[in-house]
C-alpha cells in the first residue's frame, strides 16, 4: 500500500497536515483534533482583516448568480445580489481578482455620498441600466467584499489600479478611525462571497 506523505498532499492541506504533525510530536500529546480552515490568497486574509465586521452580521447578506456552488467558467455571466443590514448604510462592494487586481462595483463618492436605506436589496450586473459581467481570466480563487458602515469609512475613492493588499490595508486603517463629526465606534458589518473562476478548455 502506498504512502501518503505531506508532499502528496494538496498543497492547501499540506501546511495543516505538517502542523498536525509538529503538535503530535510534541512531548505529552497524544491526538489533535484539527478545526482549521485554510483558504487561499486573497480570501485567508479577507476572513481576518475583516473578522469583526464579518462577524455584526445585523441583516447583511450577498449571493452570486450566474453558477452553482460559486463556481464559474470562462464566458458565464455574474450577478451578484447585495441585501443592505438593517441600518441605513454606506455600501462598498469590491471584487479581489486572481491576478490581485481590485474592481471596485460599488463606492460612495467622496462627502456628498448618502446612506442606502435599511434592507435595501441592490443588484450588481446584469440589471436595468447595468454592465453585463461575464467571466474572464486570470482564473483562480476569487473573493467579493461586500462592507456597510452606518458612516463613511473614506472620503474620497480609492486609486485605480490598487491591488488587494493596498486595498485590504486602506480597510484595516478605515475601520480603527472614529467617524468623522463626532465620537464613538463605527457601526459596520460585512460579507464576504468567495468563488472560483477557470478556463472552459
Wanted: hydrophobic share 35%; glycine share 10%.
Amino acid at each position: 500500500m502506498d504512502v501518503l506523505t505531506p508532499a502528496a498532499l494538496p498543497e492547501k492541506f499540506r501546511a495543516q497536515v505538517l502542523l498536525e504533525a509538529d503538535l503530535l510530536a510534541t512531548p505529552g500529546v497524544r491526538r489533535v483534533r484539527s478545526e482549521a480552515k485554510l483558504y487561499p490568497w486573497p480570501q485567508c486574509e479577507v476572513y481576518l482583516s475583516f473578522g469583526e465586521a464579518l462577524a455584526e452580521g445585523k441583516g447583511i447578506s450577498a449571493r452570486l448568480r450566474g453558477s452553482e456552488g460559486n463556481s464559474f467558467r470562462e464566458g458565464d455571466s455574474l450577478s451578484i445580489e447585495v441585501v443592505t443590514p438593517s441600518y441605513p448604510s454606506y455600501l462598498y462592494v469590491s471584487y479581489l481578482q486572481a491576478n490581485g487586481e481590485v474592481a471596485h462595483l460599488a463606492w460612495p463618492q467622496g462627502r456628498i455620498s448618502r446612506p442606502l436605506a435599511p434592507n435595501t436589496k441592490v443588484t450588481f450586473g446584469g440589471g436595468i441600466g447595468q454592465p453585463m459581467y461575464r467571466i474572464g481570466g486570470p482564473f483562480g480563487d476569487e473573493i467579493i467584499v461586500v462592507v456597510a458602515s452606518a458612516s463613511p469609512l473614506f472620503q474620497q475613492e480609492l486609486p485605480d489600479g490598487e491591488n488587494d493588499r493596498e486595498y485590504l490595508t486602506s480597510f484595516r486603517k478605515a475601520f480603527v478611525l472614529r467617524p468623522q463629526g463626532g465620537g464613538g465606534q463605527r457601526t459596520v458589518a460585512a460579507v464576504a462571497v468567495p468563488l472560483k473562476t477557470q478556463s472552459r478548455k
